[in-house]
């Protein structure tokens, strides 16, 4: 009877929890979605870069919840929007104390420049430029305002870039961790800090090299927008830490006042009645369904590490993005099949990630082409090593001027544990049949001298199909990629002198590029045919039951009647179920 009592308590919680607690989790999405306040007639955009940024939004409905976020496509987009809408009279930038990735803000530089070319007008407002990675990029995105302001008070650190590495080989020495991995070649610098305790030669010069060109493109471009000659603004910047009042004296900011200051000053310009309007509200308000007629151009995006397989997501809430070769390939054949698509816009934000997954979707892009669908990349603010590798065969490829790309190499290997772990009492011990090679990744062991060759052979034919894909795709000849790969990584800017990218700009000028290359003539259509994760899907693996249950949970909702669950509930029911998880093989191309 009391197994009975307690069985019948925790079916009963389990109902509760079910009936009241996933319906509650519908109503507060669906009010989530509800349309916002309409836009008033003359509106100011208040976008705040202090929030996290991504550059793609997320795929998962879910992944967003609760945290605020936004993406620097979803921001250059609504931008394009607003600089047509009558109703919008200009735009307030709050600029962040760090670093913002420097593509990120050579793209929002490019949509400010665009929104102000319609005649308005844009004020930025720091409460301070801190010594924090990329610093200067962020300067130059407030450069690329009509009035930069700075709090009373504050710093402006923005003097230059560093970068800082952590090297392990000397305690990896002191406790018998013997870190073996294989790199093609030195300029794979990614696993450098386990094999040294300080910078290789080709790992200084690389780090430099791609350093140097982000800091002098941020320079040039803030000088250029600022009107001031980039010599003089260096050695200005470089004379620093200022605080704000004197920052304004050298002509490094605009105004010196509170947000509270700079927000009215630009209300005031925006003209009577004008008010301030969160940029997430105006973004869900202008949203449409894509409708109209006429050509499209499919927008396929790729965001995060490259792994085999597809989306299963195992955590419905996390914030990460990862590409999924299953789904990124089948997204751009659904592309190349549809009749309305002429072109496609693959946009690439990836460090690398496998070989195979790559190649899968390499593939994918090839028969977009062979279908005679131009596919033009447009790189965020990494395309390298299997980001590249995606990206070799594109029809055309457009990089910001910072994006980091090329890394045309593999690196792979393991950690020997066993000494290390004998050390403390712990034995590591290995059973294998079949071949000798079956152990040779065991973490109890060194690679054997066999071992060690066969897996090296494996990374050169790696290395090998990596320089075909790009000698292929880029028509170049073998000798001359092997020359500029070896693993380093190289800004846009020196990609595009390289012959590795074609073009230096932005998602828009990608989609020009694509007009162009498909001979569209007057406007297209975009479509975003990313693939995406049904809420169905999000709630199957958030409270870990099958795909039935969550029908029937949906069903119970519906019997309880809200309309916003319901209004939810229906577009839930045309979503097609689906997912699967992802492998990652041994050799990464990651930087």
């Keep these: 009877m009391k197994q009975f009592l307690i069985t019948t308590a925790g079916v009963f919680a389990g109902l509760v929890l079910f009936l009241v607690g996933v319906p509650f989790l519908l109503i507060v999405m669906a009010a989530g979605a509800t349309k916002p306040d309409p836009v008033p007639a003359h509106a100011v955009l208040n976008l705040d870069l202090r929030d996290p940024l991504t550059d793609q939004d997320p795929n998962n409905p879910f992944a967003a919840f609760g ?28 600029l962040p104390e760090g670093g913002i990735e420097p593509a990120s803000a050579d793209e929002i530089r490019l949509a400010l420049k665009h ?42 650190q923005a003097v230059g870039l560093s970068n800082e590495d952590i090297f392990f080989k000397r305690f990896f020495d002191k406790y018998g961790v013997k870190a073996q991995y294989e790199q093609r070649y030195e300029y794979k610098n990614a696993v450098n800090p386990y094999l040294y305790d300080d910078y290789t030669p080709a790992h200084k010069e690389s780090e430099t090299s791609w350093m140097g060109s982000v800091y002098r493109t941020a320079v040039a471009t803030a000088a250029v927008d600022r009107k001031i000659n980039p010599l003089a603004l260096t050695k200005t910047l470089e004379a620093g830490p200022y605080l704000a009042e004197d920052a304004q004296k050298v002509g490094l900011i605009d105004k010196v006042g509170q947000v509270k200051e700079a927000q009215d000053a630009i209300l005031a310009k925006a003209g009577s009645n004008a008010k ?15 409708g109209g007629s006429g050509p499209v151009i499919a927008v396929v995006e790729a965001e995060g590490p490259i792994v085999t397989g597809h989306d299963g997501t195992a955590n419905p809430f996390s914030g990460g993005s990862t590409v999924y070769s299953d789904d ?24 690398g990630g496998s070989d195979t997954a790559s190649e899968q979707i390499l593939a994918a892009v090839r028969a977009a082409k062979a279908a005679h669908k131009p596919v033009v990349v447009s790189m965020g603010t990494y395309a390298a090593s299997g980001g590249y590798w995606i990206s070799s065969e594109a029809s055309a ?38 071949g000798d090679y079956a152990g040779a990744f065991g973490m109890g062991r060194e690679f054997t001298p066999a071992d060690r060759a066969a897996f090296a052979g494996w990374m050169d034919r790696i290395y090998a199909n990596f320089v075909a894909r790009v000698a292929e795709g880029r028509k170049l000849s073998p000798d001359r990629v092997r ?17 590795l990218v074609d073009e230096i700009g932005g998602f828009y000028q990608a989609v020009d590029k694509a007009k162009a290359l498909a001979e569209i003539k007057g406007e297209a259509r975009l479509r975003r045919m990313t693939p995406q994760v049904s809420p169905f899907q999000a709630f199957e693996h958030a409270l870990g039951v099958s795909a039935t249950s969550v029908r029937t949970l949906a069903a119970a909702a519906w ?16 979503t097609r179920m689906g997912g699967a998880g992802a492998t990652v093989l041994a050799p990464r191309m990651a930087r």
Excluded: C
Aim: glycine share 10%; no cysteine.
């Design 397 to 434: 490829i457009v990089a910001e001027p910072t994006t980091l790309t090329g890394s045309i190499g593999v690196y792979g290997g393991k950690f020997d544990l066993g000494p290390a772990l004998a050390k403390f009492g712990v034995d590591v011990r290995q059973t294998t049949v079949g």
């Design 483 to 499: 020359q500029i790969a070896k693993g380093r990584v190289w800004t846009g800017a020196q990609a595009r002198q390289l012959g």
């Design 276 to 290: 301030l309007v969160d940029f997430d509200d105006y973004l869900r308000a202008s949203r449409d369904g894509g």
């Design 115 to 156: 929104f102000r070319a319609a005649g308005k007008p844009v004020y930025a407002h720091s409460q301070g430029l801190y010594p924090s990675g990329m610093i200067t990029s962020t300067y130059m995105l407030g450069a690329a305002t009509d009035q930069l302001w700075m709090q009373p008070g504050a710093s402006f």
């Design 328 to 351: 990124v390939s089948k997204a751009i054949y659904d592309a190349a099949e549809n009749k309305d698509v002429k072109a496609i816009v693959f946009r690439v934000n990836s460090p």
């Design 559 to 574: 019997i309880m009647g809200d309309p916003r669950a319901q209004s939810l509930l229906d577009q839930m029911a045309a």
């Design 67 to 94: 945290r605020r976020s936004m993406s620097v496509m979803s921001v250059i987009q609504t931008l394009r929007k607003a600089e047509t809408d009558d109703k919008v009279a200009g735009v307030l930038i709050r």
